[in-house]
T-cell receptor, first 113, second 114 residues
Framework: GAGVSQSPRYKVAKRGQDVALRCDPI?????LFWYQQALGQGPEFLTY????????KSGLPSDRFFAERPEGSVSTLKIQRTQQEDSAVYLC???????????FGPGTRLTVL | AQSVTQLGSHVSVSEGALVLLRCNYS??????LFWYVQYPNQGLQLLLK??????LVKGINGFEAEFKKSETSFHLTKPSAHMSDAAEYFC????????????FGQGTTLQVKP
């Protein structure tokens, strides 16, 4: 596709449920980033992939958060046993290489009740 | 560690007036700096970026920013505001020399009054 796509665009989960958020990066982009954007805040880095390798996961807030990119293209961010504080917009971005311009998807808005 | 501070969470200007959004950075290495814009329910769109070439950077939609090392600033300007400029603006710096992850400021909401 022409840009980064994310699905679903909106997700409502009950506290304690597991969720999976999908990111389709721009074709051919080696680098993929996940960010979390709380209401009224700037995005905060979660994790980084170079192809299928997860090279930086220093931003993941807890061991309930897990990300994968098994074939070096599509990525999934999984949150286990969701909590209310997980409510945020989750943004995915891709770039040709790590330091190149990052192109962002529209985000997935997660609401945990 | 790298960081950015955006002064003013809300800025209101009249249509046709100068837009000035402030950003100060902290970096232990020569920084790469960015301005992104976010419209409601959309992702971030790159306005412009500084990568140690010219200190005055021109971007899309008539925006520009000037890198001032002595002031550790990278303020965003536009000579004449348009109603369509109303959005959230984020300043960002590369947070890692290895991965290119971005460190964002808190954002500034720009309101344009008719």
């Amino acid at each position: 596709g022409a840009g980064v796509s994310q699905s679903p665009r909106y997700k409502v989960a009950k506290r304690g449920q597991d969720v999976a958020l999908r990111c389709d990066p721009i074709s051919g982009h080696v680098s993929l980033f996940w960010y979390q954007q709380a209401l009224g805040q700037g995005p905060e880095f979660l994790t980084y992939f170079q192809n299928e390798a997860q090279l930086d996961k220093s931003g993941l807030p807890s061991d309930r958060f897990f990300a994968e990119r098994p074939e070096g293209s599509v990525s999934t961010l999984k949150i286990q046993r969701t909590q209310q504080e997980d409510s945020a917009v989750y943004l995915c971005a891709s770039s040709v290489q790590g330091w190149d311009t990052q192109y962002f998807g529209p985000g997935t808005r997660l609401t945990v009740l | 560690a790298q960081s950015v501070t955006q002064l003013g969470s809300h800025v209101s200007v009249s249509e046709g007036a100068l837009v000035l959004l402030r950003c100060n950075y902290s970096s232990s290495v020569p920084p790469y700096l960015f301005w992104y814009v976010q419209y409601p329910n959309q992702g971030l769109q790159l306005l412009l970026k500084y990568t140690s070439a010219a200190t005055l950077v021109k971007g899309i939609n008539g925006f520009e920013a000037e890198f001032k090392k002595s002031e550790t600033s990278f303020h965003l300007t536009k000579p004449s505001a348009h109603m369509s400029d109303a959005a959230e603006y984020f300043c960002a710096v590369h947070g890692s020399s290895n991965t290119g992850k971005l460190i964002f400021g808190q954002g500034t909401t720009l309101q344009v009054k008719p």
